[in-house]
């Protein structure tokens, strides 16, 4: 396995069209055929990842970042906080498939887990779609669990079927004398 120099960058407005692009080329990369149709795709992509989604997104708050491999541009992420709830919600982690098993995406999976802890919220939740098995065993391997299946009807017949996924934010309690701040 190589080891890149990951960092993190803002994605702003401005950005949306090169989000959306990069969106598109990972979820026709990954997910056909064997966890979308065709049809599926574009359809659940088209209600998340079209530009002017994404920018009403963004424009409610939610933080987008850039995934950096060196100088390039691998993947991106999307999380924001829910107060109420005590808990940080992971939208969006999406790697370019030449970059899978590098351990990109555990790093960007650990900047959120700490953003969550340093908050002090008590959990952070994501979906999945069910079929997704490699994304599932990358998300079991940061500490996440399976917390529910939940199936969303979002019309023309189309639902999605996805596991919420939840890891448990170590409590900041001892975390100062424990000489570990924060998640792994």
Not at 50 to 73: F, K, T
Request: net charge negative.
């Amino acid at each position: 396995m190589r080891d890149y120099d990951v960092t993190f960058s803002p994605i702003r407005l401005e950005d949306v069209q090169a989000v959306s692009d990069m969106s598109r080329r990972i979820w026709q990369q990954h997910y056909l055929p064997d966890i979308l149709t065709e049809s599926e795709l574009e359809y659940f992509w088209q209600r998340a990842y079209a530009p002017a989604r994404l920018q009403a997104h963004m424009d409610s708050g939610v933080c987008y970042e850039w995934i950096n491999a060196g100088a390039s541009r691998v993947g991106f992420l999307a999380y924001g906080s829910e107060p109420a709830e005590h808990r940080l919600h992971l939208s969006k982690l999406y790697l370019e498939p030449a970059f899978h098993g590098c351990g990109i995406g555990s790093r960007a999976l650990r900047r959120v887990q700490q953003h969550g802890y340093e908050e002090g919220l008590k959990e952070v939740t994501l979906y999945v779609f069910r079929g997704n098995d490699k994304a599932i065993r990358a998300y079991a391997r940061a500490g996440f669990s399976v917390e529910r299946t939940e199936m969303t009807e979002c019309g023309k017949g189309y639902r999605y079927d996805d596991y919420v996924m939840i890891y448990q934010i170590p409590s900041r309690e001892g975390q100062e004398t424990s000489g570990r701040p924060g998640p792994p």
